[in-house]
């Protein structure tokens, strides 16, 4: 087997926790703009508009991965699995900061959360059966499930499906470098 080729795994996991550390904070922040912005239509924009950062960020830490730890020869599935890891790392610091707020500062919020998903339903004639079923079932999950659900699983799926087009991307990135 080629010595470029082999993939040491020990890289792997120390730059998705460094890397995991960087993305979760900027998750975290992302949603205290989120809770604040529930009263300032200014930071829920600056809410949306940094939804983007997520898969540029993603791009960042893979490409830089790539070049410090694989020679610019990372595999398909080496990336995919890369990724998952950086967004379940990310997933602990952000899982902190909702767990926080939903049990501790408001513990209100998932259930507010499930009427205005119910009345959203019903103004925009959307008031189908399980839609209501779904936003009721919401309100009455403890905080841990929500955290699991809505952070961890949710994170997961994310890093899965945000590796498929991205991890091509940095394979194809290269940087040329002048002399």
């Not at 550390?21 to 300032?40: D, M, S, V």
């Not at 119910?118 to 008031?127: G, P, R, S, W, Y």
């Not at 952070?151 to 940095?170: A, D, E, H, R, T």
């Amino acid at each position: 087997m080629n010595q470029n080729r082999i993939e040491n795994k020990t890289h792997l996991l120390q730059y998705a926790m460094h890397a995991g550390i960087f993305l979760g904070a900027f998750w975290a922040f992302n949603y205290l703009l989120f809770i604040f912005g529930q009263e300032n239509v200014l930071l829920i924009y600056l809410h949306s508009v940094l939804r983007i950062g997520t898969p540029v960020l993603l791009f960042y830490f893979l490409k830089t991965y790539n070049e410090r730890f694989v020679n610019s020869d990372i595999r398909f599935w080496h990336g995919v699995q890369f990724s998952i890891l950086l967004f379940f790392f990310g997933s602990i610091l952000e899982s902190l900061m909702v767990l926080t707020h939903v049990k501790w500062i408001d513990p209100l919020f998932i259930a507010t959360m499930s009427e205005r998903a119910i009345t959203f339903f019903q103004t925009h004639n959307l008031d189908s059966q399980a839609f209501t079923e779904a936003a009721q079932t919401l309100s009455n999950v403890s905080p841990f499930t929500y955290v699991f659900h809505n952070v961890f699983m949710l994170n997961f799926f994310l890093g899965l499906i945000l590796s498929l087009p991205i991890v091509p991307l940095v394979q194809r990135f290269k940087i040329v470098r002048r002399d």
